[in-house]
C-alpha cells in the first residue's frame, strides 16, 4: 500500500517484559515520528529521524525506551521491561522531509497494553 | 517555548449546525499550523494546514480555518455538520524543522442527528 503501515495492530504483554513495534514509512518520505497517545491525552513526540542524521531522541520518556531506523525505512521502537505506564498508542508517521510546513503522514498505530 | 492549547475536550452539535474547534498557540516565530482529524479507528489524517500563504486556509470535507496572528489562534470550522465529522480533531504548530511540532490534546466532536 501507499501509506504508512504499522504492526502489531495491538500488543498485550506483561509487565516487564519487553516489546517491539514496527513501522513501515510511505517510500521516499526521509522524516520519520513516533508519537505516543495516552488515553484522554494528546499526542506526545518521542523520536524523530531524519535521513541519516542523527536521531532526535529528546522526547523518549526514559532509557527503557529505545527506536532505530534502517537508512529511510523501516523503524523500530523498543520498549524493555515493559510497565504499566507503557500503555498506549504508538504511533508512527512520516513525511517528505524534515521541514516545518510538509504535512505527516500517520500510520494506523500499535495499541500496547501492559498488565 | 511554543505550545497549543485546544479549548473544550469534547463538543457536541446538532446536525446541520456550526462547528466550531478553538484551537490557540504561543509561538515566539511564526508557526505552521495544522489540523488533523482522527475517525474512530483510523489514523489521523491532515484536513488543513497554514504555511504562511493566505490566511484563511481551506480543506477536505468542507471545513477551513483562519490563522489570526493578533489572536494567537487557528479555529476550525465548518458551516453544517455532517453525521460523519464526528471525529477526534487535533491542531498542531510547527515552528521551524521536523522536531519542533506539537500537538493539543485533542477535541472530540460529536453530531446529534
Known amino acids: 500500500g501507499a501509506g504508512v503501515s504499522q504492526s502489531p495492530s495491538n500488543k498485550v504483554t506483561e509487565k516487564g517484559k519487553d516489546v517491539e513495534l514496527r513501522c513501515d514509512p510511505i517510500s521516499g518520505h526521509t522524516a520519520l515520528y513516533w508519537y505516543r497517545q495516552r488515553l484522554g491525552q494528546g499526542l506526545e513526540f518521542l523520536i524523530y529521524?531524519?535521513?541519516?542524521?542523527?536521531?532526535?531522541k529528546s522526547g523518549l520518556p526514559s532509557d527503557r525506551f529505545s527506536a532505530e531506523r534502517t537508512g529511510e525505512s523501516v523503524s523500530t521502537l523498543t520498549i524493555q521491561r515493559t510497565q504499566q505506564e507503557d500503555s498506549a498508542v504508538y504511533l508512527c508517521?512520516?513525511?517528505?522531509?524534515?521541514?516545518?510546513?510538509?504535512?505527516?503522514?500517520f500510520g494506523p498505530g500499535t495499541r500496547l497494553l501492559v498488565l | 517555548a511554543q505550545s497549543v492549547t485546544q479549548l473544550g475536550s469534547h463538543v457536541s452539535v446538532s446536525e446541520g449546525a456550526l462547528v466550531l474547534l478553538r484551537c490557540n498557540y504561543s509561538?515566539?516565530?511564526?508557526?505552521?499550523l495544522f489540523w488533523y482529524v482522527q475517525y474512530p479507528n483510523q489514523g489521523l489524517q491532515l484536513l488543513l494546514k497554514y504555511t504562511s500563504a493566505a490566511t484563511l486556509v481551506k480543506g477536505i470535507n468542507g471545513f477551513e480555518a483562519e490563522f489570526k496572528k493578533s489572536e494567537t489562534s487557528f479555529h476550525l470550522t465548518k458551516p453544517s455538520a455532517h453525521m460523519s465529522d464526528a471525529a477526534e480533531y487535533f491542531c498542531?504548530?510547527?515552528?521551524?524543522?521536523?522536531?519542533?511540532?506539537?500537538f493539543g490534546t485533542g477535541t472530540s466532536l460529536t453530531v446529534i442527528p
Open positions: 498542531a504548530v510547527s515552528v521551524g524543522t521536523g522536531n519542533q511540532f506539537y
Open positions: 529521524f531524519q535521513g541519516n542524521s542523527a536521531p532526535d
Open positions: 508517521a512520516s513525511s517528505l522531509s524534515f521541514r516545518g510546513q510538509e504535512t505527516q503522514y
Open positions: 509561538s515566539s516565530v511564526p508557526p505552521y
